[in-house]
């Protein structure tokens, strides 16, 4: 079964950190490229970050940019996203997609940013 | 960033047909693709490229794209359709990589 599962979201006060991880099954996770996606609460849906099937080739959302990093481990089957200097406008459910069509979708993860 | 602008509900009697359209410059240059999201649940692809189906999607959605606009076509809306559905593309202002759609919450009377 194709599979993406997210964890690492909570509970974060304003500029601290949080990394999550994206784990992959079900498919070969390192011909993939992916992507996070978020959705703040009662909102549309907002692209956040691209990285190629290698890892070579990153794109960041202006609104993230300088303060989260996306990486992978194609040897563990996972995505990361490094998130410093949180602020309240990123509280929002935070989605791995895989492929440029963005299929599969992870279940997301929920990251508050809040004191 | 390109903006994608959807209309932000539509309603359709059940049986029938709607038609939910995406307008946006880049649009003329990349096919969209389409997420229907249920409350509560992540989104899933329902059509991508030219008019294609992710196995296990039914044949009754259908995609199109003339210009600056595309548009996702349900026809014989069932019950179970009932959800907001994102478009999605390339973004052409080269500042993203990609760009989504403000939305369309659809409502099966």
């Known amino acids: 079964e194709v599979q993406l599962v997210e964890s690492g979201g909570g509970l974060v006060q304003p500029g601290g950190s949080l990394r999550l991880s994206c784990a992959a099954s079900?498919?070969?996770?390192?011909?993939?490229?992916m992507n996070w996606v978020r959705q703040a609460p009662g909102k549309g849906l907002e692209w956040v970050s691209y990285?190629?099937?290698?890892?070579?080739?990153?794109y960041y959302a202006d609104s993230v940019k300088g303060r989260f990093t996306i990486s992978r481990d194609n040897a563990k089957n996972s995505l990361y996203l490094q998130m410093n200097s949180l602020r309240a406008e990123d509280t929002a459910v935070y989605y791995c997609?895989?492929?440029?069509?963005?299929?599969?979708w992870g279940q997301g993860t929920l990251v508050t940013v809040s004191s | 960033s390109s903006e994608l602008t959807q209309d932000p509900a539509v309603s359709v009697a059940l049986g029938q047909t709607v038609r939910i359209t995406c307008q946006g410059d880049?649009?003329?240059?990349?096919?969209a693709s389409w997420y229907q999201q249920k409350p509560g649940q992540a989104p899933v692809l329902v059509i991508y490229g030219k008019n294609n189906r992710p196995s296990g999607i039914p044949d009754r959605f259908s995609g199109s794209s003339s210009g600056n606009t595309a548009s996702l076509t349900i026809t014989g809306a069932q019950a179970e359709d009932e959800a907001d559905y994102y478009c999605n593309s390339r973004d052409s202002s080269g500042n993203h990589l990609y760009v989504f759609g403000t939305g369309t919450k659809v409502t099966v009377l």
């Open positions: 990285i190629s099937s290698s890892g070579s080739t990153i």
């Open positions: 880049s649009l003329r240059s990349y096919y």
């Open positions: 079900g498919f070969t996770f390192s011909s993939y490229e």
């Open positions: 997609a895989g492929g440029n069509w963005f299929d599969p």
